[in-house]
């Protein structure tokens, strides 16, 4: 891997743990959905970690959407260190977390914990996906509804495309929006499916899943019960999976 520097250009804060940055390099070209790795130097050794891009690809621009880590060793660092700091970025991307990895199909439902709704922010921000799926459904697990964020660009992609829809998914709290409890649970008694008006069936749905580990596992066993398989490039599927930890 070739490491190159990066100036971090931009922080915001969302809640006292949620946070984006921005960072300037000059990158390879990379594909909605893939990661970058990003370092620091931390007492003389060189700490990196995956980030997906939240942005659609862009040369030398690239956003970053991170939960600081009670006791992590990057995001820490990543939260708190100046603008105008110097870090080290992975010159290729990495990852097949992406559409041209999911045949065309009639609905694309996009399910996330936390941070990890940054790679379907990407995917949504590009034409491809409008191109393959008539039908777009984003769903956003996370603890409380201040840890719902990105909402400007949310509701940009929704005035643009009329097929499109976001379910939050509150676990801790009333929702204000969406609905209550977990993804899986949601899954297993059909409320996300009965609330947002389609059919979780394998004929209809292609399903990409990411985030907490766990819930990955636990979706990716309730899906293939109900007949969803892996998608391999030797063997389409309808369920593709990336876990953040
Ligand atoms: C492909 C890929 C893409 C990723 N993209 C992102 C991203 O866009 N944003 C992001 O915040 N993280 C992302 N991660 C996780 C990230 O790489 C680091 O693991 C995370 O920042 C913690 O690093 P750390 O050094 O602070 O903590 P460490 O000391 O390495 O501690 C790791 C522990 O932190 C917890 N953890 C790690 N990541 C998260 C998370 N995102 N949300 C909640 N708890 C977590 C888990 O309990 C994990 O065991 C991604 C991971 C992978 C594999
Ligand atoms: N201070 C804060 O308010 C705050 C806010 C966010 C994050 N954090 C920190 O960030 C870290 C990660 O928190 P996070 O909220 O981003 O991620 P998280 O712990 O992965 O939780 C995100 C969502 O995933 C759900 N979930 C967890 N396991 C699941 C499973 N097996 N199946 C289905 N859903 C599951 C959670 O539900 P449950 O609630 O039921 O677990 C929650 O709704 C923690 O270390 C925390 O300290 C703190």
Known sequence: MEWIEATLVERKFF???LFSIKVDAPLS?????????????IDGELVKRAYSFVNPPHPHCHEFYLVEVAGGILSPQLAHVSLGSSLWIGERASGFFTLDEI???EHLLMLSTGT??????AM??????????????LVQGVRYNQDLNYREVIDAIGQN??????IPVVSREAPEQGLAGRI?????????AQY?????????CQVMVCGNPDMVRESRDLLRARGFERNLRRKPGQLTVENYW
């Open 15 to 17: 809640t006292d743990t």
């Open 29 to 41: 070209p990379y594909l909605a959905g893939q990661y970058a790795q990003l370092g620091m130097m």
């Open 103 to 105: 045949p065309s199909y």
């Open 116 to 121: 990890a709704v940054g790679p379907f922010l």
């Open 124 to 137: 949504l921000q590009t034409e491809q996906t409008w191109q393959k799926f008539d039908r777009v459904t």
């Open 161 to 166: 495309h009329q097929n499109f829809q976001y």
């Open 184 to 192: 899986t649970q949601l899954i297993e008694t059909e409320q996300l």
């Open 196 to 204: 947002a008006g389609f059919e979780l069936d394998a004929s209809h």
